[in-house]
Each structure stands twice: as structure tokens, then as C-alpha cells.
């Protein structure tokens, strides 16, 4: 999964995105529920759409919801002239300084999902959490969380070429300089000694 990780961190994506808010994991038993639960791990998913509103590619960041956090991940991982269409969360408003939000207030949850707008993001959404959920169940998620998100991004973002998708994956491997096991299990913002 790091071998992913460092395939897809320098992705960006141009044009036209959708953005989403995302918290992940179950709750603590006797912890807060819902969003201010403990074992919730945030991030956000921007996905760059195709002029008939498919998903092209996806970039996927662990992050917290703040307005300085988001623009420093539109920064890297968007390439301008673009523009970003996302719901009424504050920290979104980071697009807005460089003039290419489009917000669309939708009081969220079931509302967000009948909007065409969010059609692609919400798509990505619902595979990614299918594809997580007996993951968070059986790994140290919270921990690794940038790790399996790369996993899928990195497979997301190669979906129409799979005949090849192995070839160019053990080619990455064997491109890529060998990490210590203790590297490898630190957690996104752990520090190595």
C-alpha cells in the first residue's frame, strides 16, 4: 500500500471536480456518537468528472476540515483553471478565494445524494465504503487510513486498463527504494526516529 501511496501523491486533477466531506469508522462503545466519535477518521474525496458527469479520477486525502487544511489540498492536488463543486461546508469556501467554487447547499446526508451534481462524488463514495467496511472492522484503520485510501485511489484511477494495471504496478515496485518495516508501520503523522 506505500508503494501506492507513492504512485498517486503527486496526482492532480484538472477541470471540473466534484468535493465531499467524509468521516469513516465506527463508534467507541460508551464514546460520542456520530461525527465526534473518537474512532472517526476525516477526510475528502474530490473526484474529476468527464463532460457527461462520469468519474474520470479520484485523489482521496486524510485531513482535518479546516479552511487552511483544504486549500493546501486544493493547492496540491488540483491544477488550475478548474472548478470545484462541493456542498455548504465551511472549509470548502477555501475554492472561493480563487474564484472556482461553485457551493450547492444541500443540508446534506439524503439530500446531497439526489443531486446530479454530486452524482460522480457520491458514486466513488459508495465504492469506497463498500469496499472499506470489513476493513475497518479487522485492520488499525484510523492509523493507516492514508495507506488504504491510496490502495484505492491507486486502483480507481487505473480501472480501464487492467490488463496491464499488474505489469506496471511490479515495474513501480522494482523502481522504488526499499523502506524499513518501521517506516512502513508509522501512521500518517508519526514521525520516524
Known amino acids: 500500500m506505500e508503494l501506492m501511496r507513492l504512485r498517486e501523491e503527486p496526482r492532480q486533477l484538472p477541470a471540473r471536480v466534484e468535493m465531499d466531506d467524509v468521516y469513516l469508522g465506527g463508534q467507541v462503545r460508551g464514546g460520542k456518537p456520530g461525527r465526534g466519535s473518537e474512532n472517526k477518521v476525516s477526510f475528502v474525496t474530490t473526484v474529476q468528472t468527464t463532460q457527461d458527469g462520469q468519474a474520470a479520477t479520484a485523489c482521496f486525502a486524510q485531513l482535518a476540515f479546516t479552511k487552511t487544511a483544504t486549500a493546501d489540498f486544493m493547492a496540491k492536488s488540483l491544477v488550475r483553471p478548474h472548478t470545484v463543486v462541493s456542498n455548504g461546508l465551511a472549509c470548502f469556501t477555501a475554492a472561493e478565494d480563487a474564484g472556482v467554487h461553485q457551493p450547492t ?60 494495471i499488474l505489469h506496471r504496478f511490479v515495474g513501480a515496485a522494482i523502481a522504488t527504494t526499499p523502506r524499513p518495516a518501521r517506516i512502513l508501520r508509522m501512521g500518517l503523522n508519526e514521525v520516524p526516529d
Do not use: E, M, W
Not at 444541500?106 to 466513488?124: D, H, R, W
Not at 491510496?150 to 487492467?162: G, P, S
Open 105 to 164: 447547499v444541500t443540508g446534506g446526508g439524503g439530500a446531497s445524494i439526489k443531486l446530479p451534481q454530486f452524482k460522480a462524488v457520491n458514486t466513488v463514495l459508495s465504492n469506497l465504503k463498500t469496499s472499506l467496511s470489513d476493513t475497518l472492522h479487522a485492520f488499525r484503520f484510523a492509523r493507516y487510513t492514508h495507506r488504504y485510501l491510496a490502495d484505492i485511489q491507486y486502483r480507481f484511477n487505473r480501472r480501464f486498463d487492467l490488463k496491464i
